[in-house]
T-cell receptor, first 110, second 115 residues
């Protein structure tokens, strides 16, 4: 059974810092990995999708990497802003499963 | 449509009543998931539909929960004889294909409160 772990569970940083969120998974037989953002009381917004054959994806200030063999992904956020405050979720896709980590709650203070 | 649509957005029901939650996936998306998120908790898988294949119901917590989907269209999640522990946000997601390649798009969820 796939298990996804996200570290840290919570992170508080001042505006402008670069930061890294970590995601690890136990079964490397995945199709892809997706990072989501969830604002309080809202649904999930997709940030980045990395196919199993890819090493990284970039969108604006966000960069996600994938090392499938070691079961790890990182989400790098450059020059953080207060608007980045949210919970970040990592989800790993197997054949018929989409397994989520518990998320990292990020707070960026002005 | 442009996104995954869920209705109602909020539902308050009395303990013991039945509720029906609706998900309209993106047109043409063959794969559809239902998840539950209790307050302060992670996403809990409930059920997965892929085209006309038999659904993966392994996440349904009890026989009070059931879901239907006809082909690649609307899905409904039904909770019978609701209990207070059913209070949660119910999220639906759809994807273009069931196998590799596509990411999932989530709806905004239905917040269910059982009083």
């Amino acid at each position: 059974k796939q298990e996804v772990t996200q570290i840290p569970a919570a992170l508080s940083v001042p505006e402008g810092e670069n930061l890294v969120l970590n995601c690890s998974f136990t079964d490397s037989a995945i199709y892809n990995l997706q990072w989501f953002r969830q604002d309080p009381g809202k649904g999930l917004t997709s940030l980045l999708l990395i196919q199993s054959s890819q090493r990284e994806q970039t969108s604006g200030r966000l960069n996600a990497s994938l090392d499938k063999s070691s079961g790890r992904s990182t989400l790098y956020i450059a020059a953080s802003q207060p608007g980045d405050s949210a919970t970040y979720l990592c989800a790993v896709r197997g054949y018929s499963t989409l397994t989520f980590g518990k998320g990292t709650m990020l707070l960026v203070s002005p | 449509g442009a996104g995954v649509s869920q209705s109602p957005s909020n539902k308050v029901t009395e303990k013991g009543k039945d509720v029906e939650l609706r998900c309209d996936p993106i047109s043409g998306h063959t794969a559809l998931y239902w998840y539950r998120q209790r307050l302060g908790q992670g996403l809990e898988f409930l059920i997965y539909f892929q085209g006309n294949s038999a659904p993966d119901k392994s996440g349904l917590p009890s026989d009070r929960f059931s879901a239907e989907r006809t082909g690649e269209s609307v899905s409904t999640l039904t909770i019978q004889r609701t209990q207070q522990e059913d209070s949660a946000v119910y999220l639906c997601a759809s994807s273009l294909v069931g196998g590799a390649g596509s990411g999932y798009t989530f709806g905004s969820g239905t917040r269910l409160t059982v009083v």
